[in-house]
């Protein structure tokens, strides 16, 4: 008999890969609520008309802005296709950051938007404004299957907590459970139910919570990294309290509030030994950031 390979997720935290800096990049969030079964390509792959996918897809590539599914936990029958569906749109910048809510029984309605405008922080009016943080759990095991086979569990313990939702891929399978807070854009991995509730409930009172975070979706990988080395040294956990800009290859600047100011040294580099970064996938050594550096 063969022994079961483990999965991408096993190996990551047997390894100890770390988790700063390992979010996805956005500047906004584009949450469709799409009931049923979701395939690997969510926007592409499920009930959701895929020329529409498709061109969601188009329209937002290279302006910032993320668009995912997203469907409440449980059972995932589907609706009438003209049924209303809640739809969350979420700016991440700090001191600018909003979420706003709507629902639309025509999501082709989306198109409409300006999407070079809400990356830049510019709802026009859109929906109305949603003062409760929204935690998005990758669920999408037709992707990888750590991601149904770990947050499943999750989302059993989380109960029924309208602020969760189930989400297609949030980048980082290996890292499962994975979530995003909204609208600050922060990620964690390797999530348990005691985490998922602190980072809400800290979210709720515009604070962040560290244990399993990956860092800001506003920042470049460096820039995660950085920034939450800053938030260790010294504690700060005010969600807008810390602003980070990149001075240099591997170097960044990040500055409080408070007119206080650390230059932080970064190293990117691969780890090893290989491992997949999905489960399927072949080995191949994943991208990392270390801090090497940080001074006032």
């Known amino acids: ?4 390979a483990p999965t991408c997720s096993a190996l990551s935290a047997q390894l100890a890969e770390p988790l700063p800096g390992t979010a996805a990049p956005a500047a906004a969030w584009l949450c469709l609520e799409q009931p049923g079964p979701w395939g690997r390509e969510g926007l592409t792959d499920s009930h959701l008309d895929p020329e529409l996918g ?21 059972r995932h029958a589907d609706t009438e296709p003209a049924a209303p569906r809640e739809v969350l749109l979420a700016h991440t ?101 005691d985490t998922a509730i602190r980072a809400l409930d800290g979210a709720a009172d515009r604070t962040v919570e560290l244990t399993g975070c990956r860092g800001r979706s506003s920042w470049p990988a460096g820039g995660q990294a950085a920034e939450l080395a800053v ?45 997949p970064n999905s489960c399927g996938k072949d080995p191949a050594l994943p991208e990392a950031v270390s801090v090497t550096a940080v001074t006032a």
Request: hydrophobic share 30%; glycine share 12%.
């Open 1 to 4: 008999m063969h022994a079961t």
């Open 231 to 275: 938030r260790e040294r010294t504690g700060e956990r005010g969600i807008d309290a810390l602003r980070v800009r990149a001075t240099g290859p591997e170097r960044f600047t990040v500055e409080h509030t408070d007119g206080r100011r650390w230059r932080v040294s970064v190293r990117e580099h691969r780890l090893e030994p290989p491992r």
């Open 93 to 193: 910048g700090p001191g600018a950051g909003w979420l706003r809510r709507s629902s639309t029984r025509k999501p082709g309605e989306l198109l409409d938007l300006d999407f070079s405008r809400i990356a830049a922080g510019e709802h026009d009016g859109w929906g109305y404004a949603d003062a409760d943080p929204r935690l998005l759990v990758c669920t999408n095991g037709r992707r990888d299957r750590c991601c149904a086979l770990l947050a499943r569990p999750l989302l059993d313990e989380l109960g029924d907590d309208d602020r969760v939702w189930e989400s297609t891929h949030t980048g980082g399978h290996r890292f499962a459970p994975a979530g995003v807070l909204l609208p600050s854009g922060y990620a964690y991995g390797r999530l348990d139910a």
């Open 54 to 74: 498709r061109e969601l897809t188009r329209r937002t590539e290279g302006t910032g802005v993320r668009v995912q599914l997203i469907r409440r936990p449980g």
